[in-house]
């Protein structure tokens, strides 16, 4: 009979183990099919753009040269990316715009513009020849018979035309061009420039190097002045922020701790507050202080510190209740006071894991105060949510990303730097 029983509870067993093996494949599966129609995953292809991306990433390599014609007055600018800082002077032209009566724009592979006293044409190989009126009436547009391509964009006042070659659109009151060119022009001088259109050798011919210098570090297009001084801000945001709150942790870490704390309200109360400033996420605080002081990078420092304090008291007293008792009771028969036995047989054990923990945080906090810099007002992230909100020079967005890649390749490989000779003695 206890054979049996036993072999039944084990058969019974078995089976629960064996629906338990079945069962978190189902749930797993059926947790992916919920999500895979909550988040519309179906839908997911018809909202995608396959233009807009190849139109995005064509913008973060290259640039824009915009060649605008006032319908009013018939008078013609040229600007890169349309801007009056990177225009060109009155009568000058890059070479494939030839100005005149008539503007004729090549566009490269037989598009020809032109840009008549009157009227504006297009003609587009394998195509045919779209001509424009525009006026008071409208856009006036003739086109060559067939039905109309999805890349041209008519209706009675404004007309798009968008190729391999370039871009037309003509409105009542204005027609401009832009042709895409590969590279970040006008990146070290401006077209105002002495220095523009020279090469290193000539630069370095002409001897004048804190000119050339001038001309780069205030280029008024790419403002490497002020992105320097915005990886600045970014880098100090991460540093007060992460060593500030080492420094309030630590103290607080030695109330929080089991083994040099005897009131047990006094830890309680210290551990609440660490759950409190670290529940709270980073970006709310920040949210918070900007209301409270304003927008600038010491409230994004200060965001940092109020989240890093809470993280850093909970790891510090963790570290503490771990520490080596004989250490300190060995420093106690040398008759050493309180203060001493912390500073002699406390900090010394806990040290590895306090440099070790901060440093970690300062290159997490550089990523973090990008974002942060971006809501306060300050740093390299105002630059990047200023440059992505234009939606126009995304060679400006790319440049910023690559700066805040390198910035945070450089302070791991400092912080990494630092633990070995700080911790490692290597």
Do not use: C
Not at 329 to 339: D, F, N, Q, R, V
Request: charged residues 15%; aromatic residues 12%; proline residues 4%.
């Amino acid at each position: 009979m206890t054979t049996a029983v036993l072999k039944s509870d084990t058969t019974a067993l078995f089976r629960r183990k064996r629906l338990g093996t079945l069962a978190w494949p189902v749930l797993i599966a059926a947790y992916f099919v919920y999500v895979f129609f909550a988040f519309d995953v179906p839908g997911l292809a018809d909202r995608i753009s396959v233009k807009n991306m190849q139109t995005l990433v064509a913008d973060s390599y290259s640039y824009k040269t915009h060649v605008t014609r006032d319908n009013r007055s018939a008078e013609v600018s040229i600007a890169i990316e349309g801007e009056r800082k990177g225009a060109y002077a009155p009568g000058t032209s890059p070479d494939w715009v030839a100005l005149g009566e008539e503007t004729v724009i090549d566009l490269g592979e037989g598009h020809i513009v032109t840009f008549g006293p009157d009227t504006v044409s297009y003609n587009i190989p394998s195509y045919g020849l779209i001509t424009a009126q525009p006026g008071s009436s409208g856009v006036n547009a003739t086109l060559p018979t067939g039905q109309t391509p999805d890349w041209i964009s008519a209706s009675k006042n404004r007309m798009a035309i968008t190729t391999d070659a370039g871009r037309l659109t003509i409105t009542r009151n204005r027609s401009e061009v832009f042709r895409y060119s590969g590279g970040w022009e006008l990146f070290f001088f401006t077209l105002d420039s002495p220095h523009h259109g020279m090469s290193f050798g000539q630069l370095v011919g002409t001897g004048e190097y804190a000119a050339i210098w001038q001309d780069f570090w205030r280029n008024k297009m790419w403002r490497h002045y002020d992105v320097a001084w915005a990886l600045f801000e970014t880098l100090l945001m991460a540093f007060l922020g992460t060593f500030g709150a080492a420094l309030i942790a630590l103290p607080l870490g030695f109330v929080a701790a089991r083994n040099f704390s005897p009131l047990g309200s006094l830890r309680f109360a210290a551990r609440r507050l660490f759950d409190l400033l670290r529940g709270v996420d980073g970006l709310i605080w920040t949210i918070v202080l900007s209301r409270a002081f304003g927008p600038g990078p010491l409230t994004g420092a200060l965001a940092i510190l109020l989240t890093d304090t809470g993280t850093f008291g909970k790891i510090f007293s963790e570290a503490l209740e771990n520490v080596d008792g004989k250490q300190i009771e060995g420093i106690t028969s040398t008759g050493a006071k309180p203060l001493q036995r912390y500073r002699f047989g406390v900090i010394p054990q806990i040290t590895p894991i306090l440099l070790s923990q901060v440093l970690y945080y300062l290159e997490s906090n550089t990523r973090s105060a990008t974002i942060i810099g971006a809501i306060t007002g300050g740093g390299i992230g105002l630059l990047l949510t200023q440059a992505i909100a234009t939606q126009k020079d995304w060679e400006e967005v790319s440049y910023y990303i690559i700066l805040i890649i390198l910035m945070v390749m450089a302070m791991d490989t400092l912080s990494g730097w630092l633990r070995r000779r700080l911790i490692k003695g290597t």
